[in-house]
């Protein structure tokens, strides 16, 4: 089967509207009560048309936060190697005291990155009061580096505390407020929850790589190292991690990849839900399954109307007697195999018959 097309299902549904016209404007088609009908024609055609995607998960603590439209597992890769590289340039120019400060900043993350992890930072400008003072951000993380620099572009001291993961207190002994203060504050990367896609490639020597790309930053892994998985619904049959004895392991649990090691980042590749990056449903668009999804919805609306009263019993039979021919011509479509199929079939074949006549006496 060719690369899969697919539309959501209110394109589908604009299609049913357009030859059920007159029940439209009537207000009888209710599109809550046909998206069940479309979930059901997925399920039936298999995870063939579910689309495929990849994503670059990082481990945290022995624990990898899965994408929420994960459902099948292809492969997976422990990612090693790592550069980045800056995806945007800046378009203006520094002061000198702009540039000791991005220079003390970039020094402090390359500490961050000998440890084998990726920073977040955060910028907040308020006013720094005597006592405590709350600074609310959004890093998930205790363990952080934070500067602050006054109005005049001075370093600034203080005494900081983190109360939480996502609290910052700087405790200042002035006797009066700091005005416009603005405060750096820097982060280990919390669990990656796989809104980035990454890429498998080739690099110019030929060498597959893995990139993605995340706050201005491209990330590419060189070294490529494979991992075993052990079997679970979660997991494909035809995963290349199955079986497979490798000092890296991992299981699917609970949405989680849970590993034996504490911190790292993993590629993924993976059969997703039928939902595109907002959530709507999707279907397969081919001439040959569109009639499948069409006449199928149509049967439940003229169901519907027909248990409520309405005279459609000719149009309900003829319909049923459509989507029956439809539903075999889909079936028949996509569970035709491709070449790649034909050739494992082929394989298995020839294998079994070496072992039958030619190594039947191998103990």
């Keep these: 089967m060719t690369e899969v097309q697919y539309r959501n299902f209110d394109e589908l549904l604009e299609s049913i509207k357009i030859d059920m016209r007159h029940f439209d404007l009537e207000g009888m088609i209710d599109p809550q009560q046909l998206i069940k009908v479309a979930i059901r024609i997925n399920y039936e055609l298999g995870l063939k048309v579910n689309p495929s995607r990849s994503k670059a998960i990082e481990v945290h603590k022995g624990k990898a936060k899965l994408p929420n439209d994960f459902y099948v597992l292809n492969f997976a890769l422990v990612c090693d190697g790592h550069n980045v590289h800056d995806t945007q340039h800046p378009d203006h120019t520094k002061t000198y005291t702009e540039g000791l400060l991005e220079g003390a900043t970039m020094g402090q993350q390359s500490a961050f990155y000998a440890l084998g992890n990726i920073v977040h930072q955060q910028t907040i400008i308020r006013t720094i009061n005597p006592g ?18 006054g109005p005049g572009s001075e370093m600034l001291a203080f005494n900081i505390l983190t109360p939480t993961d996502s609290l910052l207190q700087i405790i200042s002994e002035a006797s009066q407020d700091v005005l416009n203060c603005k405060i750096i504050i820097m982060a280990s990367r919390p ?134 021919a439809a539903r075999n011509n889909a079936l028949s479509f996509v569970n035709t195999p491709d070449f790649r199929e034909l050739k494992q079939v082929w394989e298995m074949n020839r294998k079994a018959q070496y072992h039958n006549y030619y190594n039947m006496f191998k103990s």
């Design 132 to 149: 405590v003072n709350n600074i609310p951000h959004t890093l998930n993380s205790q363990n952080l580096i934070v500067q602050v620099i």
């Design 191 to 324: 669990v990656f929850t796989g809104v980035n896609t990454a890429e498998l490639v080739q690099d110019q020597d030929g060498k597959h790589v893995v990139t993605y790309n995340t706050a201005g930053r491209r990330h590419v892994y060189r070294t490529l190292i494979p991992m075993s998985i052990e079997k679970s619904k979660s997991v494909s049959p035809d995963c290349l991690n199955l079986n497979r004895h490798e000092w890296h392991k991992a299981v699917i649990k609970n949405g989680f990849l849970v590993t034996n090691f504490d911190e790292g980042v993993i590629y993924i590749n993976y059969q997703s839900l039928m939902e595109d990056d907002e959530g709507n449903l999707l279907v397969m668009d081919h001439p040959l399954v569109n009639e499948f999804y069409e006449y199928a919805l149509k049967q439940r609306i003229y169901e519907n109307l027909y248990m409520s009263g309405e005279n459609v019993m000719n149009f309900l039979q003829l319909v049923e007697q459509r989507l029956r």
